[in-house]
Nanobody, 122 residues
């Protein structure tokens, strides 16, 4: 069974950093994108960042550009999200997605993790 699994969430003060990891086991995702989305209470799930299998192309939401960095380790079928200069508005449940054919769209992904909570205090 394919199941991306996130780790690395937690509570951090504004201006701090966190690194999220997502290991996608069960199959290889060669040729597909992997991405991160987030959902805050009362809001719709939104795109955060994505990366192609090769790692040569990355995509970011405008709200996180310059602060977040996505990277991948294909040997481990793992994608990372380094989050710096965190703001209270970054507070959300962060979801890893794998098997993406449309990198910036939630509907373009076949597999989803269960999410990890990120809370940024002011």
């Amino acid at each position: 069974q394919v199941q991306p699994k996130e780790s690395g969430g937690g509570l951090v003060q504004a201006g701090g950093s966190l690194r999220l990891s997502c290991a996608a086991s069960g199959r290889t995702f060669r040729g597909y994108a992997m991405g991160w989305f987030r959902q805050a209470p009362g809001k719709e799930r939104e795109f955060v960042a994505a990366i192609t299998w090769s790692g040569t192309t990355t995509y970011y939401a405008d709200s996180v550009k310059g602060r977040f960095t996505i990277s991948t380790d294909n040997a481990k079928n793992t994608v990372y999200l380094q989050m710096n200069s965190l703001r209270p508005e970054d507070t959300a449940v962060y979801y890893c997605a794998a098997g993406g054919t449309r990198a910036t769209t939630a509907a373009g992904y076949a597999y989803w993790g269960q999410g990890t909570q990120v809370t940024v205090s002011s």
